[in-house]
């Protein structure tokens, strides 16, 4: 069997499995003997950054010197942090923490006398868009890995169920980890699985449950602030860290204590997991208004959607509050998170995809899939105005090639000028504000042609969601490759590669 590995990305934490000797999936613990390791950097006084569990420990210490939920910012293009004359960016950041999870691994494997970990499929939330890919594609190849493919969190979820019990079934993936929310609607039709929808919110996950607490003890306390206005990073630090503890202790009891200190006092309360539930019942409410977008996104695809099961992925599932209200909204469903150790189901269907790549036969096959995204091509709507035309879909499969025609205005043109935008529309006709712009750029195909001839312009979307512009013109194709922004250059990507390598994290 080939060597290949999973690795699950995640928000807070992150995860590694390789399919071992029996066939079967298996994480593989980093040196502090954890499944997990926390997606947490700390840098310390020589601008040295530490990964994982000692970095979280230490973020009590300074949240100022401490990078953590850097997945949450992989959209924004001009996020970058200062830490010392340190520039962080969320590619680097997570490069890092990939590269202590593939350290870790390695150090194990070596005494076991296996090869260094050098192809892995990485796994990413159902939402990302183009450029949220490229660059956690990037971050990977930074962290020294090829990246044999990309793979939607949900459906590595439902590959790691693998067949139990759920095929010629229609189900839901609810995956609430850390920072971000995620739901898919799959189907699984003679062991094949087939996405029908996927939608999730990459702000909303388990810290914003541990906010809602530290709000409520600051009120509590007759305190005047929320925890957006407490300034000292120190402070904060601790409050982020106790109140994610007392969090978990109220899943499993009905009462927690939590403390913390502001300015320089220390204040203790008890919270009961009622008053916990009450306070973020809005939270709850914004999964189950995204699980329904997505029920109805599903109905584009099918006529009969009858979901039986409901998987729970990701930490925050552990919370009884999401059990109860699950079985509340959705009473025909069968619940299921029992034995399936949702912070690891992720990198397990991973590492069962990597070696399906690799041509081994696994018990599930990967049929369609989807990106949450829609792309278009900019132009004259009626009156004139600039709108966003689609050419592929959200619906539409994740591999998918969408086409537009249009004809040269004047006479020897060797270049059209194309801007590619992206959506969540799946209207045919987008208005530009809704869209966001990936690339602009003049498309050159060579030779001259006169006015008034047919050019057709394909985007194609390859199994990891990211897109490609191609270009025909009489009979002759050209590839484009996109380069979002923000995203960066082969020569940057081997400049950072290089620089990570024997750095010890
Ligand atoms: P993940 O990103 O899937 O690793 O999920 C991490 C999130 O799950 C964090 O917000 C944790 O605080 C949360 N979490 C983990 N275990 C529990 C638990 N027993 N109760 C409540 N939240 C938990």
Known sequence: MKEVYGIDLGTTNSCIAVIGEDGLPQVIKNLEDAATTPSVIFYDETGEPVVGGEAKSMMGSDIKRTVAFIKREMSNKNYELDIDGTTVTPITASALILKKVVDDANEQRSYEGLPPIHKAVI?????????????????AQIAGLEVLGLLNEPTAAALSYGTKGLNNKTFMIYDLGGGTF??????????????????????????????????????KEGLDVTYDDIKDSKEVG???VNAENCKKNLSKADKAAF?????????????SRSVFEELTEDLVDRTINIVEKAKKLALERTDNLNISDIILVGGSSYMPMIK???????????????????????????????SSLEGEKTKVTLGDDLATRSYGIRCYGSEDRLIVQNVIKR?????????????????????VNLALYENISTDEEVELEKCTLIEESELEWGFPVPAKTEITAFVVRD????VNIKVECQGKTKTFTIKGEGTLSEQEIERERRRLANKHV
């Open 123 to 139: 796994t990413v939330p159902a939402y990302f868009g183009n450029d949220e890919r490229e660059r956690t594609k990037q971050a």
């Open 395 to 415: 619906t539409d499969s994740l591999v998918y090639e969408g086409s537009t025609g249009f004809t040269t205005r004047e006479d020897g043109s060797t270049s």
């Open 259 to 271: 403390k913390f200190m502001y300015q320089r006092k220390m204040h203790f309360i008890d919270i």
């Open 238 to 240: 601790k409050m982020l």
């Open 463 to 466: 199994s990891n969601g990211i």
């Open 182 to 219: 995620d739901v898919s609607i799959m189907r699984m039709e003679n062991n094949e699985l087939e996405t029908l929808a996927s939608d999730g919110n990459h702000h909303l996950g388990g810290v914003d449950w541990d906010i809602a607490l530290i709000d409520y003890a600051l009120q």
């Open 324 to 354: 109860k209200r699950l079985m509340e909204e959705y009473p025909n469903c069968n619940l299921r998170l029992d034995n399936l150790e949702p912070d690891r189901a992720v990198a397990k269907g991973a590492a069962i995809h990597a």
